[in-house]
T-cell receptor, first 111, second 114 residues
C-alpha cells in the first residue's frame, strides 16, 4: 500500500486560499487519491477524490500532476470553520485497499 | 435512521476487564473498519473486515479481537484492557466499486482505562 507524507500542521488567515500537499511516491496504477476532513470529536468525512489532473467540487479542488507522485488539496477562501485535520489516502477504490490515514495535516485558520 | 452507529459513546473501565465496543451500519456495506485515534498518531487501523466472517489485522491489532457474523455489525473487544488502550475508537464502513469511494465514520467511542 502506498505510503503518504503530509505536513504536520499549517496556519492560514481567513479568506486566503490554502494548499495542502501530499506525497505518495509509490502510488500504483489503479490507485486513487482521496482527501478527508476531521473536526474535533468527530469521525473523518470525505472531501474529494481524484485519479489525475484536476477535480473540483463545491468544497475543494484536487490537483494531481502527470506523474501522480503527489497531490494538492486546495481550499478556496478558508473560514474559521475550516480549522480541522486533513488526511490524504491512496488506494484502489475497486478493491477496498485504501486503509491508512496517517497523522494528517492540522490546519488552523486565524481570524 | 440510516447510517453507522457506535456504542457506547463514552466508557470507563478498569485495567484487566473485558470491554466490547459496538458498531452497526445500515447500508449493507461490505467493508468495515476499526481505528483508534491518539494525540500525535492520527488514525491507526486496528482491524478490518471485507465481508461477513472475513477479518484481517491492521497496523495495531494486538490486544483486540473482532468478529463479524452479520454484515451490519462489527464489534471490537478488548480482552483485557490496559491503560495504553485509552483512546478514541472510530468505526467506519465502505463499499468499493460504487463510484466515488469513501468511508463513512461513526461518531466514535471515547474509552478510558483506569
Amino acid at each position: 500500500l502506498a505510503k503518504t507524507t503530509q505536513p504536520i500542521s499549517m496556519d492560514s488567515y481567513e479568506g486566503q486560499e490554502v494548499n495542502i500537499t501530499c506525497s505518495h511516491n509509490n502510488i500504483a496504477t489503479n490507485d486513487y487519491i482521496t482527501w478527508y476532513q476531521q473536526f474535533p470529536s468527530q469521525g473523518p468525512r470525505f472531501i474529494i477524490q481524484g485519479y489525475k489532473t484536476k477535480v473540483t467540487n463545491e468544497v475543494a479542488s484536487l490537483f494531481i500532476p502527470a506523474d501522480r507522485k503527489s497531490s494538492t488539496l486546495s481550499l478556496p477562501r478558508v473560514s474559521l470553520s475550516d480549522t480541522a485535520v486533513y488526511y490524504c489516502l491512496v488506494g484502489d477504490p475497486n478493491t477496498g485497499n485504501q486503509f491508512y490515514f496517517g497523522t494528517g495535516t492540522s490546519l488552523t485558520v486565524i481570524p | 435512521d440510516a447510517g453507522i452507529t457506535q456504542s457506547p459513546r463514552y466508557k470507563i473501565t478498569e485495567t484487566g476487564r473485558q470491554v466490547t465496543l459496538m458498531c452497526h451500519q445500515t447500508w449493507s456495506h461490505s467493508y468495515m473498519f476499526w481505528y483508534r485515534q491518539d494525540l500525535g498518531h492520527g488514525l491507526r487501523l486496528i482491524y478490518y473486515s471485507a465481508a461477513a466472517d472475513i477479518t484481517d489485522k491492521g497496523e495495531v491489532p494486538d490486544g483486540y479481537v473482532v468478529s463479524r457474523s452479520k454484515t451490519e455489525n462489527f464489534p471490537l473487544t478488548l480482552e483485557s484492557a490496559t491503560r495504553s488502550q485509552t483512546s478514541v475508537y472510530f468505526c467506519a464502513s465502505s463499499e468499493p466499486g460504487t463510484g466515488v469511494y469513501g468511508y463513512t465514520f461513526g461518531s466514535g467511542t471515547r474509552l478510558t482505562v483506569v
